[in-house]
């Protein structure tokens, strides 16, 4: 049996894999599971309670239900929700949107996916790329790429302050040199808020991206699965959403309680949303109904992004305080950075002092039931020295959504054993 490329570039072993495959797999017996690794968002009962009215409302009203189970939506998504989507945006931000500058997607990861592909590859006798100027960024990008070796990336600067966090910093300077320096760079991609770090780009600095995308004709792919309006996992007041036609904007219902559901929303300009419907005719015909049905009515009702502001946000900056509070108690006496908690649900730990890489230091955490996600995954990319970054293999990315006795004592082992494991 042969696999093509193809196949063997995405059936190869990935970091995405290895953090589903934590997610799901048991530990040995002996030990108490710990799970600060994957991506799985928190239970919210305010939220939850708000998606089971909808249900129950489904259940009861004629034949909505049967309706909705029995029939294909369209490849681009479900019309009514695509409409009430596109009048969400326009009455509430002013954006110049119609439906045909919305697709809905089984999950953003496949947004992503098709994005991805769409303007990085071989295109004529051209080889174009795809550019991430904020490194490290979201493991589950890594190895999106069919094609071999069209990712590059710039490594992010480091601030540091007194209180033991840092944040990355863009270049900007780097990515505008890097656009003029190499015409086929096909799209800029970030994450906003950053998962791993947390970061949260400012206003400014999207300003300054997006700019950058106009200058060069290329789309600016903003991955806003943590962001505003929703979920608002973001803990700044420096952020808008923002969206013109020179970005891509990528949209999620996972972190507002709909993970197992797989509902992506992606905006942008009306060719790029057409050839995101027809690749989605292709690979899976079309998107699955139940979360755009769940969620139609508590978007236009604008309860959805009031669940988001005044529930969800709250709920998850509570989290952070607490996991930072205890990272602070149990790391004392050890040289610890974090990076700022700024959105996201994930706290990025830099242990300068570690006597091996990251990812061997996971593998004595795994050991004790504590899953934690290595910062290698996080830095990829062609060519920028990305691997040289300071950070590259001294990072963890921890998960800090789930139960409070369990990361608390996580925090407590990892400390214990950075302790043991130091120069
Ligand atoms: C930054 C980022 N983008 C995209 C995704 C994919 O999310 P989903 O496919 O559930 O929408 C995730 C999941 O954790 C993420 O962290």
Known sequence: MVFTDFGNKLSQHSGILQLMDDIAKPLPSDVTPHPL???????????????????????????????????????QGRVSFLESAAAFFRERYGWPVTMENIALTNGSQ??????????????????????FPLMPEYIGYADQGIEEGTFVSIPSLVEYYDDRTFKYRMDIKAVGSYLEEHPEVGAICVSRPTNPSGNVLTDDEIHALSDLAHKHS?????????????????????????????????MSLSKIGLPSIRTGIVIARKEIISAVGNINAIAALATGSFGPVLAENLLTSGELTKLAADVVRPFYENKMQKAVSWIRKYFDG????????????????????????????????????????????????????????PHYDRCLRINYSGDAALTEDGIRIIAEKYREYSV
């Open 334 to 389: 050890t040289e610890y950075f974090i990076h700022r908690p700024e959105g996201s649900i994930f706290l990025w730990l830099y242990l300068p002092s570690l006597s091996m890489p990251s990812l061997e230091f996971y593998s004595v955490l795994m050991k004790e039931g504590v899953v934690t996600v290595p910062g290698e995954y996080f830095f990829f990319g062609e060519g920028t020295g990305v691997k040289d970054h």
């Open 218 to 250: 290329i789309p600016l792919i903003v991955d806003n699965a943590y962001g505003l309006p929703f979920p608002d996992i973001v803990f700044t007041d420096d952020a808008e959403p923002i969206w013109n036609e020179d970005i891509v904007l990528s």
């Open 110 to 131: 496949s947004s992503m996916f098709y994005l991805f592909n769409l303007f990085a590859g071989k295109a004529g006798n051209e080889k174009r790329t795809l550019l």
């Open 37 to 75: 690794g994957g991506g799985n968002p928190a239970r919210v009962p305010e939220v939850e309670r708000a998606y089971r009215r909808e249900l129950e409302h489904l259940l009861s009203d004629g034949e909505r239900f049967e309706d909705m189970i029995a029939h294909y939506d369209s490849p």
